[in-house]
């Protein structure tokens, strides 16, 4: 059972992301102490399903006994190694290069992160050292899609197109710019797929020309908008 020390000391000191915090003082926190498949079970004994696999990032399951085997070797051998002053590890050189083999075209380089938000942030970096290397710093204009999602950063809330990731945190800045979602529930194109898909190319080359495409960066979108609602883009015809 849980203590209500415990309780006591969660309400004390521990922030939670994306929570009530008037409910949450009100009900206390739900300790989860173990997980096994699909499913996990909190200090009290009961049972949930985790329907979106921890935050979309536990799609092997909880308890597979292959990969805390594996984390125990990596553990022993290696606990850390960092990519900075050219230095490498085994198993990061080889998931970096079977990254680059299963991604499509000319994408053969990989950066780690620690999780999305950084992901996001990094790209930002990334192309605006690009294009300065270019001689076009001006290029600094970001677009992203309605709905769509890119992190609970600073950089990454303003692109991400969800009004409960802006209130209070002055994002977007003056340089992230939206285009409506392909959403195919009451879009204003009407309900054929083709006539959203051409309703959304217009509308970024609307904004593209609206900002100058001597200006526009990067254009951020989803293949499949997950925090917006599991939105499914229509397929070309």
């Not at 990519?83 to 991604?103: C, K, M, Q």
């Not at 409506?180 to 194109?189: G, I, L, Q, V």
């Not at 001597?214 to 609602?229: D, H, K, L, M, T």
Request: with cysteine; net charge positive; hydrophobic share 40%.
């Amino acid at each position: 059972m849980l203590s209500n020390s415990l309780i006591e000391l969660d309400r004390a000191h521990l922030i939670h992301p994306v929570s009530s915090y008037r409910s949450h003082e009100a009900t206390g926190v739900r300790v989860l102490k173990s997980g096994k498949g699909a499913t996990l079970t909190d200090a009290a004994g009961r049972q949930l399903l985790d329907g979106f696999a921890g935050l979309w990032c536990v799609n092997a399951g909880y308890g597979q006994d292959s990969i805390v085997e594996a984390a125990l070797r990596q553990l022993r051998e290696l606990p850390y190694a960092t990519g900075y002053f050219g230095l490498g590890s085994d198993p990061a050189i080889r998931l970096a290069a079977r990254l680059a083999e299963l991604a499509p075209g000319h994408l053969n380089h990989v950066y780690f992160t620690l999780g999305g938000s950084d992901a996001v942030d990094s790209t930002i970096r990334f192309i605006r050292y690009y294009y300065h290397a270019k001689g076009t710093p001006q290029r600094d204009q970001f677009i992203s899609v309605g709905s769509g999602y890119h992190g609970s950063s600073t950089a990454g809330a303003g692109l991400t197109a969800l009004p409960a990731f802006h209130a209070g945190f002055g994002v977007p800045y003056n340089w992230q710019h939206k285009i409506p979602s392909h959403y195919a529930y009451r879009n204003p194109a009407g309900p054929n797929p083709q006539a959203i898909i051409a309703a959304s190319v217009a509308a970024l080359r609307a904004k593209i020309a609206e900002l100058g495409a001597e200006r526009v960066a990067a254009f951020y979108a989803e293949p499949i908008q997950g925090s917006g609602g599991v939105l499914v883009p229509p397929r070309p015809g």
